[in-house]
């Protein structure tokens, strides 16, 4: 599942042929990854499956969302990715994950959404990330996201975050009275 952003840079998400002769060795729990040419040094990793989720406290990566991610080029050898993962090592929630590249290395992984935590603006908790809903995740040249989700109650949204501040804010939520009405 191939994306790309507005340089040409092409991100995808792809399957490793199962081997032991790889380091590490590929093996059905480790065989998926969202691959980028963020970085500007050609294609580098940004995060496998059974990775260690950065900041977490241990939860792994159990499944990458299918066509979930988004990317931004911020400078020749810098990018920004948003992308969607599945947990697993002591949580099974789903969280849509931030990522700065340096050079070719991924220098940071920041949570935007989580599974099962407060919606800033909307007075419940995100439900399940990684669904059709939330496969519209975009990115705009800044670094800054929207991305749409659901609720524990059933209600969608649509939330932003800032790329200075990584402050969330919901833009708007099922119920809502649209802009120039009165319902």
Request: glycine fraction near 14%.
């Given at each position: 599942?191939?994306?790309?952003?507005?340089?040409?840079?092409?991100?995808?998400?792809?399957?490793?042929?199962?081997?032991?002769?790889?380091?590490?060795?590929?093996?059905?729990?480790?065989?998926?990854?969202?691959?980028?040419?963020?970085?500007?040094?050609?294609?580098?990793?940004?995060?496998?499956?059974?990775?260690?989720?950065?900041?977490?406290?241990?939860?792994?990566?159990?499944?990458?969302?299918?066509?979930?991610?988004?990317?931004?080029?911020?400078?020749?050898?810098?990018?920004?990715?948003?992308?969607?993962?599945?947990?697993?090592?002591?949580?099974?929630?789903?969280?849509?994950?931030?990522?700065?590249?340096?050079?070719?290395?991924?220098?940071?992984?920041?949570?935007?959404?989580?599974?099962?935590?407060?919606?800033?603006?909307?007075?419940?908790?995100?439900?399940?990330?990684?669904?059709?809903?939330?496969?519209?995740?975009?990115?705009?040249?800044?670094?800054?996201v929207v991305f749409a989700a659901g609720l524990a109650?059933?209600?969608?949204?649509?939330?932003?975050?800032?790329?200075?501040?990584?402050?969330?804010?919901?833009?708007?939520?099922?119920?809502?009275?649209?802009?120039?009405?009165?319902?």
């Open positions: 599942i191939p994306g790309i952003n507005d340089d040409g840079q092409v991100t995808l998400f792809a399957s490793l042929l199962q081997s032991g002769l790889s380091s590490p060795a590929t093996t059905a729990d480790n065989d998926t990854g969202l691959w980028s040419e963020l970085g500007g040094t050609g294609f580098q990793i940004l995060i496998r499956e059974d990775d260690t989720i950065p900041g977490l406290g241990g939860p792994k990566v159990d499944t990458l969302g299918y066509g979930c991610f988004a990317t931004t080029r911020t400078s020749a050898t810098t990018g920004e990715a948003a992308f969607i993962v599945g947990m697993k090592n002591g949580s099974t929630d789903t969280a849509l994950l931030r990522t700065s590249v340096v050079s070719s290395d991924t220098t940071a992984v920041g949570v935007i959404a989580r599974e099962n935590t407060a919606a800033p603006g909307a007075g419940e908790n995100f439900s399940g990330l990684n669904n059709n809903v939330t496969r519209s995740t975009r990115m705009d040249a800044q670094g800054n109650s059933g209600k969608t949204g649509i939330w932003y975050q800032d790329q200075t501040t990584k402050a969330v804010s919901k833009t708007v939520l099922t119920g809502d009275a649209a802009p120039g009405t009165t319902a």
